[in-house]
């Protein structure tokens, strides 16, 4: 299983950026696909989830209405539209993929229930 995160970079309040997590070595359309981030300092948290066809979308509540994730299950790849960015969303962002059983509903939130994690790519938001 390899999930590889991109797209990040340096912008600009309010500017927009698009991450991809490409997947690779497994069943990628089958599972949910989660996007992560951790600030310096700080503990890794949710920032949005998608099901396996798309037809649920979970989002942290500091991202919603500014931030959209989608899959492309043909393309094995996921993405994570930014748009209306803070210097708040400053951080690491991963994505991240589980096969295994989760026995509770919100498991998508809690990094520790994912077995395989994409690199990480940068974003800083700052004028």
């Known amino acids: 299983v390899q999930l590889q995160a991109s797209g990040g970079g340096l912008v600009q309040p309010g500017d927009s950026l698009r991450l991809s997590c490409a997947a690779a070595?497994?069943?990628?359309?089958?599972?949910?696909v989660t996007w992560f981030r951790q600030a310096p300092g700080k503990e890794r948290e949710f920032v949005a989830a998608?099901?396996?066809?798309?037809?649920?979308?979970y989002y942290a509540d500091s991202v919603k209405g500014r931030f959209t994730i989608s899959r492309n299950n043909a393309e094995n790849t996921a993405y994570l539209q930014m748009n209306r960015m803070k210097p708040e969303d400053t951080a690491i962002y991963y994505c991240?993929?589980?096969?295994?059983?989760?026995?509770?509903?919100?498991?998508?939130?809690?990094?520790?229930?994912?077995?395989?994690w994409g690199q990480g790519t940068l974003v800083t938001v700052s004028s």
């Open positions: 070595g497994h069943s990628f359309s089958a599972y949910t």
């Open positions: 998608i099901t396996d066809v798309g037809d649920r979308l």
């Open positions: 991240a993929q589980s096969l295994r059983f989760h026995s509770f509903s919100t498991w998508y939130r809690f990094p520790q229930e994912y077995e395989y």
